[in-house]
């Protein structure tokens, strides 16, 4: 079996893949609540327990947070893994740990057509190139497939947290309310569940809207409180969430033009993450791509490039089990 795990500040998906199954599709999948566990391997051995005699050959870990010298800090948890003593667990040497980005790049490149929601067709290129991928959920990840001229390699990234470059007087503001918070604002702090939030508190402490009692304590009682103001834009039920909804997407969509701008991404770009299959139908109203292509000179370069969201939160989950199949042949 291929051990292979998706670990984010939320939760951690792990699951077992039949090496020898031409597919890959897990045979064995549970979920666990991250911020539940002091430690990665507490939720490692509950996973394990209930297969008493399994036989692992190769193990790899999709993780939020920088990979160096084979370990890693989770970003948004306390966790440290570190893949030799991982290794003494499993009682395996394969074991490796990945980016959660470049995880779910490699995964990217296993989905279906139909788990794609297509945002901008763009145009059918002669050679491949470089693709990069964007993905919000409880952080921003970012990470870019290097065509070397046979294939798409994952390379991970930081990006999420380089510098919030906002494009508007409002998205200014945006910034110099954050800055009295955070001091250096990244874009992971807007662009992100967390980040959503902190756009509806930016709205609502300058005026853009009244907060009625009700929405509050909506807002209030949801877990996450994302949840209640996605629901609320979508709706349009109180201009606070709907423009909220708004704002994310129009910087969401200024991010992913500047990355694919970074790589020249003509292979396309890919959102993904668990927050864009929430709020698809505003990510798909226009004005994320209207700010993606809104680069001056180079709006024609990118209102050619194909842009989709992946709708299988899976992906980095396949695309672990696939570099684990990958690094022991």
């Known amino acids: ?3 292979a795990a998706d670990i984010g500040g939320t939760k951690t998906v792990l699951a077992l893949f039949d090496e020898h199954s031409p ?4 045979v064995r999948q549970e979920t666990f609540p991250s911020r539940a566990y002091p430690e990665f391997s507490q939720v490692l051995e509950k996973f394990l327990t209930a297969s008493p005699r399994l036989s ?5 870990f999709g993780v939020a947070g920088p990979v160096i010298d084979g370990c890693v800090r989770t970003t948004n948890l306390p966790w440290v893994l570190d893949e030799q003593e991982l290794a003494k667990l499993l009682h395996t040497e394969c074991v490796y740990l990945l980016n959660d980005l470049q995880a779910a790049a490699i995964g990217m490149q296993h989905l279906k057509p139909e788990e794609f929601h297509v945002l901008n067709k763009g145009h059918e290129r002669q050679r491949p190139g470089h693709a990069v991928l964007l993905a919000a959920g409880t952080g921003l990840g970012e990470a870019i497939l290097y065509w070397d001229g046979q294939r798409h390699v994952a390379m ?3 990006g999420g947290h380089t510098d919030y470059a906002p494009q508007s007087d409002q998205e200014i503001e945006l910034l110099r309310y954050l800055r009295k918070q955070f001091g250096h604002v990244s874009y992971e702090r807007v662009l992100s569940g967390p980040g959503l939030y902190h756009i509806y508190c930016f709205l609502r402490d300058t005026g853009f809207a009244e907060e009625p009692g009700w929405l509050k304590e909506k807002i209030q009682s949801s877990t996450p409180h994302t949840a209640a103001i996605t629901e ?3 709706a349009k039920a109180h201009p606070l969430c709907s423009e909220s909804l708004s704002l994310f997407a129009r910087i969401y969509g200024a991010a992913a033009g500047n990355l694919a701008l970074l790589v020249m991404a003509s292979g396309g770009v890919y959102v993904g993450g668990g927050i864009a299959p929430r709020m698809l139908p505003k990510l798909a109203d226009g004005e994320f791509m209207e700010s993606f292509t809104g680069k001056g000179r180079y709006r024609e370069f990118l209102a050619a490039l194909p842009v989709r969201v992946a709708l299988n ?3 980095p989950l396949l695309g672990a089990a696939e570099f684990a199949r ?3 042949h």
């Open 156 to 158: 991970a990234s930081e």
């Open 313 to 315: 939160s899976l992906a």
């Open 1 to 3: 079996m291929i051990l």
């Open 326 to 328: 990958r690094s022991t």
């Open 23 to 26: 597919h890959l599709e897990a």
């Open 232 to 234: 609320v834009g979508l």
């Open 56 to 60: 692992i050959r190769a193990a790899c």
